[in-house]
């Protein structure tokens, strides 16, 4: 019975979350974090909307970056499109959001990419 209790709690916490933060806007662009896990360096990187960036043997584009209407600090929604430059193989096609990274996360043996904010100017 605690078990469901906690579920339902969190449950309810989550809709009620989601439901207030219905209104998006759309950024500029956004600040992404390139870390090589060869080399242990982590970058960052500026990057607008519509534009694409090389970094190491991995090619990044930005398709849309959306935040909370009002609240451009709280959370990034950024769509990404990763593709290795050598090989043209999609490594990443999709949504990455900043406050949970893991969530839908990028899968490389080499390089780990995630945003951490929109740009809203």
């Excluded at 219905?22 to 607008?48: I, P």
Aim: with cysteine; aromatic share 8%.
């Amino acid at each position: 019975m605690k078990r469901f209790l906690c579920v339902f709690s969190a449950c309810c916490a989550l809709a009620s979350g989601a439901h207030a933060q219905q209104a998006v806007s759309s950024g500029t662009g956004a600040e992404l974090r390139v870390l090589d896990k060869v080399s242990g360096q982590s970058s960052n990187y500026d990057l607008a909307s519509g534009r694409a960036i090389e970094i190491g043997q991995l090619t990044v584009a930005l398709r849309a970056c959306r935040y909370p209407a009002g609240a451009p600090a709280n959370d990034a929604f950024a769509y990404l499109d990763v593709i290795e430059t050598k090989t043209a193989e999609i490594v990443f096609g999709g949504w990455m959001i900043a406050s949970s990274p893991a969530l839908n996360a990028m899968e490389h043996s080499r390089y780990d990419v995630w945003v951490l904010r929109c740009k809203t100017s």
